[in-house]
Every structure is written in structure tokens, then in C-alpha cells.
């Protein structure tokens, strides 16, 4: 049953727009189910038709219905890899605030509407019709060998990496990827310690931990974490440097060649996490530190900030000498990832699909990047501090008058503006006492910038003119 509150601060299509997203999440509205007439739902809940036609032309745009011609709007039969998206973003529960949001700068978060929904529903019937066979086959654990082929170009072409396809493992996400890392690391029996990043992933420090090995911290600067920080008994260091998160800085040339000429001198590893390796905004891209010491990095990618969150496909590139290894402990069994994840990635890659949208994600991220900044710098002058945002799809923003990060969240999830806490990125006491949050706008439209960046305004700053 549709509901709506006229005394609430929620715009009416949001409202109903939230509701009918909510009840397909659900399974309430199942695939295929005809929706309602705009005429009659306006009718029921005595509301304009045209907010009506808002709500619906929102579902539609991210791909949560699809409209027939002189009959109406039914719920996509393929909204349910949309739904896995969503439910996947939503899984941290450290940084969901709620139901009630306008809008929301969430990371793991990006527009059904940007991504090649209608493209990706073809190519998995593809695999149906023109791969059926292969189903039926046991593939490699790794992965499959078209796949990584694929892939190879892709890391050579952008990333400067240079290995063979049998180098690489397809992996569910980065934590798999790291697990596989761990276990290779402990089989050398030289110690347990590895170094990150102070401030550093928290997802990716848990698993280490989980695994056995002792973090130590890494100092950071302006040009990204340095390789002379690192103490004497550290096996590995695990660097971010396309996108340090969650600072956002990319790691200088000069602190990439430290790192590689480290791990030759100390026998050691470096696990380079380069998933937010594809938007540089203002910066040019600089060469991966596995290009400058292949033999020491073991290489991870993935497609998530590009494609859907959920894809569930990243991978790994490991060095030569490890194969054997790994196929004395894992060759037989099933594949990491199943083929209708890893067919229609191959296929979106092979076509040159790949190619055209990432240049379209280029343009679309930096317009809001670019909107985002200026909106914030027209906004709030020097009361704020904006950190981090030449590359990936997040920035910080530092508040420069005294407030805590909690009532900075709280009060702008309260005007119904989802941002997000950087503290939980510290193993210990935060050293920048400035209270900072992070705001992802790789899910939000262009259009909700300003009106977003309004509302923070109202809320942070409304009784606060003039006064920093």
C-alpha cells in the first residue's frame, strides 16, 4: 500500500519513488508486475498526476521499470542484478544511515542509468544461446582462459602491467584476492608483519588480520605513503597509490620507484591495490608499481567503480614463481567466480564495450567531480576544506569551525543528505583532529549535486553565517 505524508520534508515523488523501489527490492512487486497508471495512483493518493510521472520517469531512468507504448510501466525482468547491487553497497553497516534519504554520496554506490544495463541483459543471453556448451564444462579454478586473455590487454594498455594471461586469477573482490595473497606470504615462512597505509582500508586491514599477519602502519603525506617508513620486519607492503583511500592522493612517481627499489633491496612484497585506477580528473596517469618491479607485486584490479558493484569479478595478477604453488593447492576444484559472471565481462571487453564506456564514465565523472567542488568552494567558502579530489569518485570535505564528525553526519542525514565518517579508516587515534567526512558521487546525478550541496549548507551553516 502506497503511502504519502504531506507534512514530510521528502518531495512527494521521492517519497512514492522509494516506496515502489522498496517493494520491487522486496519481491512485493515481482518482474514483469504492471504498474499502476500514473492517473489512478494519482487519483488514490489525491496527488498531482505530474508527480506521479516524476516518480515513475526516475524508476524508469535507473532501469528499475521499463515502459510498453500505449500500455504502461512494468517492473524490468531484469532489475533483479540492480537489486544485488544495491543490497551489496548496503552491506557495511557502518555507514548506512537510514531509509530516509534525498540524497546520498555512499561509495560502492553508482547510477543504474550510467551503466549498460540493456547492453549487459543481451550479452548474458548471449551466453545462453552462443555458449551454452561451455556451461557444461569444468573450467579452470583461475578463471576463464578468454577472460584472461582480455584482461591482459586491458592491464597492459592502461596499467603498464606485463604478464601472461595465466598470471592472472579471477577473483569474487579484492578481500579474495588479498586471502590468496595472505596464504602465499605465510608458505614463505619469513614473518608475519605486513605494512599499510595510516589511514588506511579497514576492509582490506581486517583481512589480513583475519588471516594471521600483523599490520604496521605506514606514515602518509602529500605524496602518498613512503616506502622509508616502513619497518625492518615487514614481509610486504600494501599501497593504494592510483587512489589512496581515503585521502584520495595519488602516490607521486618519485614514491613508486621508492617502493619498487625497496622490495628488490629487502627481498620483501608489495600488494598493489589499484581498483580506482581509471579516473584521473586533473592529473595524468602515472605507470603502475607493478611495471617497475613485476617479480615483487602481486597486481589487484576490478571493474566495480566502472561496472556494476555487485559484478562480483576482480582480479589478480601474481608473480611468475608463485604459479605452481597455487596449482598444487588449488587446481580441481571449482571456479572462484561462475562463468556467467566472467562470459559476459569477456565479451563486454572483446566488443570494444569497455573501451567506449570508460570513456564515457571519464567525461561523466569528472563533470560531477568538477560540480561537486565548485558547488562546495560557491557554497561554503573557507569554512570548508575540500581533500583529494583529482582522482576516483570521492573527496573529503574538512569542516574548519568546531564540530565533531558524528554531528556532521547526523545533522545532514537528518536534511536527508547521506555523507560518510572517515575515522574508521584509522587503526588508531586520528593525527588531523579537523572534523572530516567523505562524500562518493559516483551515485548521484549531476542534476542532485547543487540541490545536495544546498541542503548540507542549510543544515552546517545556516546559523553559522559569517563565522568559521
Not at 55 to 84: H, T, W
Amino acid at each position: 500500500m502506497l503511502l504519502i505524508y504531506e507534512n514530510s520534508k521528502m518531495p512527494l515523488y521521492i517519497q512514492l519513488y522509494n516506496q515502489i523501489k522498496s517493494d520491487i527490492s522486496n519481491g512485493i512487486l515481482e518482474p514483469g508486475t504492471r504498474l499502476k497508471s500514473s492517473r489512478a495512483v494519482s487519483m488514490d493518493l489525491n496527488i498531482s498526476r505530474n508527480t506521479v510521472d516524476l516518480a515513475y520517469q526516475s524508476l524508469f531512468a535507473e532501469g528499475f521499470i521499463k515502459s510498453k507504448p500505449r500500455i504502461g510501466y512494468f517492473v524490468d525482468e531484469n532489475c533483479e542484478l540492480l537489486n544485488n547491487c544495491e543490497n551489496d553497497a548496503d552491506n557495511d553497516n557502518t555507514l548506512m544511515p537510514g531509509n530516509n534519504l534525498i540524497y546520498d554520496f555512499r561509495c560502492e554506490k553508482l547510477l543504474t542509468s550510467e551503466l549498460p544495463c540493456a547492453l549487459w541483459n543481451k550479452l548474458i543471453n548471449r551466453c545462453f544461446d552462443d555458449y551454452r556448451g561451455d556451461m557444461a564444462e569444468q573450467k579452470s579454478v583461475f578463471g576463464d582462459a578468454e577472460l584472461r586473455t582480455e584482461i591482459r590487454k586491458v592491464v597492459y594498455k592502461y596499467r603498464n602491467v606485463n604478464c601472461v594471461p595465466e598470471q592472472i586469477i579471477i577473483t569474487p573482490d579484492i578481500q579474495f584476492s588479498i586471502e590468496l595473497i595472505c596464504r602465499i606470504l605465510k608458505s614463505l615462512d619469513t614473518g608475519p608483519n605486513v605494512a599499510m597505509e595510516e589511514p588506511g582500508l579497514y576492509k582490506s586491514r581486517d583481512t589480513f588480520k583475519r588471516n594471521g599477519l600483523n599490520i604496521r602502519s605506514m606514515g602518509m603525506d602529500q605524496h602518498g605513503a613512503s616506502a622509508n617508513t616502513i619497518q625492518r620486519d615487514v614481509i610486504a607492503a600494501y599501497i593504494t597509490p592510483s587512489h589512496q583511500f581515503p585521502t584520495g592522493v595519488v602516490m607521486s612517481l618519485p614514491r613508486r620507484i621508492e617502493f619498487a627499489n625497496w622490495a628488490k633491496r629487502k627481498g620483501a612484497y608489495i600488494i598493489e591495490d589499484d581498483c580506482n585506477c581509471f579516473f584521473h580528473h586533473f592529473t595524468r596517469p602515472l605507470p603502475s608499481v607493478n611495471s617497475l618491479a613485476a617479480d615483487k607485486v602481486f597486481y589487484i584490479g576490478g571493474f566495480s567503480d566502472l561496472l556494476f558493484p555487485c559484478l562480483s569479478v576482480s582480479y589478480l595478477v601474481v608473480p611468475e614463481k608463485f604459479l605452481d604453488i597455487l596449482h598444487s593447492w588449488y587446481d580441481g576444484r571449482v571456479p572462484f567466480v561462475s562463468f556467467l559472471m566472467q562470459k559476459p565481462l569477456e565479451l563486454f571487453i572483446k566488443d570494444g564495450h569497455l573501451e567506449s564506456h570508460l570513456r564515457k564514465m571519464k567525461k561523466l565523472q569528472r563533470v560531477k567531480c568538477e560540480t561537486l567542488v565548485n558547488t562546495l568552494n560557491n557554497k561554503f567558502g573557507e569554512t570548508i576544506r575540500i581533500i583529494g579530489f583529482n582522482s576516483g569518485l570521492h573527496l573529503l570535505v574538512q569542516a574548519k569551525w568546531p564540530i565533531d564528525e558524528d554531528e556532521l553526519i547526523r545533522s545532514a542525514h537528518q536534511a536527508g543528505v547521506g555523507v560518510y565518517p572517515t575515522s574508521n579508516y584509522w587503526s588508531g587515534p586520528k593525527t588531523d583532529h579537523e572534523a572530516t567526512v567523505l562524500l562518493n558521487y559516483g551515485g548521484i546525478s549531476v542534476q542532485d549535486i547543487p540541490p545536495a550541496v544546498d541542503l548540507l549548507y542549510k543544515t552546517w551553516r545556516g546559523n553559522r553565517s559569517g563565522s568559521i
